[in-house]
């Protein structure tokens, strides 16, 4: 994935792999005769999934979203969903090593989007994978994670932020807070109670130097599109594939309010072109949302 600047930011989608996901769980009511025109399932009704997480440079920090799934699951789970654990190989291959990170951020802690935040060290010992960084979750997530419903217990491994918690190495958000300048995170209700999105505003345009491959801010602007801004809405919007305003997942816990949310969120990013990054797209990992001429919503293409 190409990397994209976004004023004096550097923007890239690092993944963690794909696992296969029953097409009924990823789209809850849907009936397959609608969503198997958009998304493939194999004889088993398994799509495929994908773990993207976003690389933020500042300039002065680096920033890690999301942290996919880790390498820390149970043979139970390892059943379901295999354990692709790429991650740290795809961060190496671009030449980002664990030290680099100074700042990890959980949208929720759900263990596709933790996994790697910590690791198992030669003594079994559990050890933050990013030996520099500081962590960030919401804090009603955690608080959820100790004494989680039966129905999503199995979603949540204390392992992968616990131990963080415990010794200070995470801090615990409300919601709202700004992280760094031009980066902050805003609760979106539905998928969890205090599922957050992180949210990237690079300041001005184009003011560090960014790879060569990327894309500048001022050819975005000149191709229509303007992002100022882009938005790692988590599994509100899972992949493009989830745009409309009905077709979330099963695992919502509140699926009315996760309706309400994606409202909220489509009346900021339609009109402001959000770039908005979809966690679990393994194809698309970034996109703009649209609404055509028939109000239905779609997803344009960066390049
Ligand atoms: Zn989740």
């Known amino acids: 994935m190409r990397p994209l600047t976004l004023g004096d930011f550097e923007l890239r989608v690092f993944s963690d792999g794909t696992y296969p996901l029953d097409g009924g769980a990823f789209f809850g009511v849907v009936p397959k005769l609608m969503w198997s025109k958009k998304v493939a399932a194999d004889a088993r009704n398994f799509c495929t999934a994908g773990l993207n997480s976003l690389l933020i440079r500042t300039g002065k920090q680096t920033v890690l979203v999301d942290t996919g799934m880790g390498n820390k699951l149970s043979d139970r789970m390892v059943k379901f969903y295999g354990q692709p654990a790429k991650l ?165 816990l509140y699926p009315l309010d996760t309706i309400d949310s994606k409202k909220r969120y489509y009346a900021r990013a339609i009109p402001q072109k959000l770039l908005t990054v979809f966690t679990h797209d393994p194809e698309t990992s970034w996109a703009y949302v649209e609404q055509d001429e028939s109000g239905k919503m779609i997803a344009r293409g960066v390049e």
């Open 88 to 252: 740290l190989d795809n961060l190496s291959a671009a030449s980002v090593a664990p030290e680099d990170i100074d700042i990890v951020i959980n949208s929720h802690l759900h263990f596709d989007h933790c996994g790697w935040n910590t690791v198992r060290d030669r003594n079994g010992k559990i050890v933050p994978t990013f030996p520099r960084a500081k962590y960030y979750a919401p804090e009603g997530e955690w608080h959820y994670a100790r004494k989680p419903s039966e129905r999503d217990r199995i979603s949540y491994i204390s392992e992968n932020y616990d131990p963080l918690v415990e010794s200070g190495r995470m801090t615990l958000l409300k919601g709202g807070e700004q992280i760094l300048p031009g980066i902050t995170v805003e609760t979106f209700r539905g998928h969890t109670a205090s599922m957050q999105a992180i949210l990237v505003k690079g300041r001005g345009p184009g003011r560090a130097a960014p790879s060569p491959s990327a894309p500048r801010v001022d050819d975005i602007r000149a191709s229509g599109a303007q992002p100022h801004t882009a938005c790692y809405i988590s599994d509100l919007i899972p992949t493009t594939a989830h745009l409309d305003l009905t077709w979330g997942m099963s695992f919502d």
